[in-house]
Nanobody, 116 residues
């Protein structure tokens, strides 16, 4: 069983920045995809950014140019740098790891609140 530990959420004013981190508890050797989703009140969970099994990085259109996802393979960690934050970025952010396109793990979620 793999656990995902998230950190870095909080409250920031519009235009500010936050950095989220997600560390997997195990050394992942199999092909995997890792990234972030978010869920705002009353809305469905949506993709924010993900590094695919092929190594490419995909972003939601709403965050392109503002958010950057990076990965530290040695530490089984991904980081989401969020700049130019907007009030509509307010949500609970969840880390997701999918191993071998079969096993999916979610973090507990971290709150990001952007005040206007």
């Amino acid at each position: 069983q793999v656990q995902l530990v998230e950190s870095g959420g909080g409250m920031v004013q519009a235009g500010g920045s936050l950095r989220l981190s997600c560390a997997a508890s195990a050394n992942i050797r199999s092909r995997n995809a890792m990234g972030w989703y978010r869920q705002a009140p009353g809305k469905q969970r949506e993709l924010v950014a993900i590094i695919t099994t092929g190594g490419s990085t995909n972003y939601a259109d709403s965050v392109k140019g503002r958010f950057t996802l990076s990965r530290d393979n040695a530490k089984n960690t991904v980081h989401l740098q969020m700049n130019s934050l907007k009030s509509e970025d307010t949500a609970i952010y969840y880390c997701k790891l999918t191993i071998a396109e079969t096993f999916t793990y979610w973090g507990q979620g971290t709150q990001v609140t952007v005040s206007s």
